[in-house]
């Protein structure tokens, strides 16, 4: 299927019907992956050790500001990985934004720990440390995520932390090369994770990262990371860890992106400026806002409907799908999945479920054109303002 248009072939005698397709995603190859890929298979380093792992983990370190960056097989890993590196254990309880994808709860609910959900900022869609719940004696740390690449606001979460002994782990899954006060995400924290799936800025098709300035807490990752083997004595498992390694395949995949991500950052940032253009002069709808000096990675361009628009979102969506749109509703926030509801502490976490239900994401990668965006935005009037 190619990424302009699809083609659907009727019964015969009837008319050929093409019509315009715009995925909300999709992969930007455009530099050495081909050529780097064909290495790895010529070489026969295929699997979980080879150059292009530790040239891809050299490459991402240098490129958020950290002294290292560990590989593993994908984001949800990292955050695990990175979460028993800071022992996080049965009886503890982490912070987390309630708006963010489930991946962030799951990995705290896997050391046996309790998910705390906090509300969301109205302007940013992060975490708000302003109604951040009651710090107790079993709270462990703080879950920053830098929702749809939109940076959290890191210095009070930072100094609040500082002021309770709690670490600070930065989901920066959807945020590779954003910055808050000029400093990189992942790099503001005591550690960061970021994810490489196929629709991420950075690509491997399914990756992850762990980064941090802190040679103990690396070591511990990369330990945990290979199973717990001692680096120095092969076959020796002094602790119980994970098989999270990426492959070589995988990394250069990554390497070829990171070669390119300033041109995939700047097209995102065109693609989100051309949004906010075509969108600006329409009532009932708002979007995430970038607080300067702080920048957006735009990973995806997300928009609520105020209820003044009588169109529920999910029949938007369905009218936009209709005309060859795909978008994708905003994360619910998590306190009102079935594994986690009535776990928030508080009867209603308003600003999240008010985003989480109103909220959708329109097509966001380096591939759209302008009229791309303005066919979506044309279409996206259309279906609010009917009937």
Known sequence: MGLDEISQEETAGEAIVKRRFIPVAAPML???ERKY??????????????????????????????????????????????????????????IVPAL???????????????????????????????????????TKGIIAVHLYGYPADMDPILSLA??????????????????????????????????????KIVTTGEGGMVVTNDDSLADQVRLLNNQGMDPARRYWFPVIGYNYRMTNIAAAIGLAQLEKVKWHMKRRQEIATWYQRELRE????????????????????????DDSIQTSRDEVMNRLREQGIETRPVFYPIHMLPPYRGSSGQSSLPVAE??????????TWAGLKRQDVSYICENLLKCIHSS
């Open 30 to 32: 455009v530099g050495n």
């Open 282 to 305: 329409v009532r009932g709808i708002s979007w995430q806002s970038e607080v300067p000096p702080s920048r957006s990675a735009h990973w995806m361009f997300s928009i609520i409907l």
């Open 162 to 199: 500082g002021h309770h002994g709690l670490f600070v782990l930065e989901d920066a899954a959807e945020a590779h090369g954003a910055t808050y006060n000029g400093r990189t995400l992942g790099s503001l924290g005591n550690m960061g994770v970021f994810s490489f799936y196929g629709n």
């Open 354 to 363: 008010r985003i989480g239900l109103r909220g959708i994401s329109l097509p």
């Open 100 to 138: 963010t994808f489930i991946a962030t709860a799951n990995a705290v609910t896997y050391c046996g720990a309790r998910p705390v959900f906090a509300d969301s900022d109205p302007r940013t869609w992060n975490l708000d440390h302003t109604v951040l719940p009651k710090i107790t004696s079993r």
């Open 37 to 94: 890929v064909l290495d790895c298979l010529t070489s026969t380093w295929i699997s979980s050790n080879g150059e292009y792992l530790e040239r891809f983990e050299d490459t991402f370190a240098k490129f958020c500001g950290v002294k290292h960056a560990i590989a593993c097989c994908n984001g949800t890993a990292a955050l695990h990985l990175a979460l028993k590196t800071l022992e996080v254990g049965p009886g503890d309880e982490v």
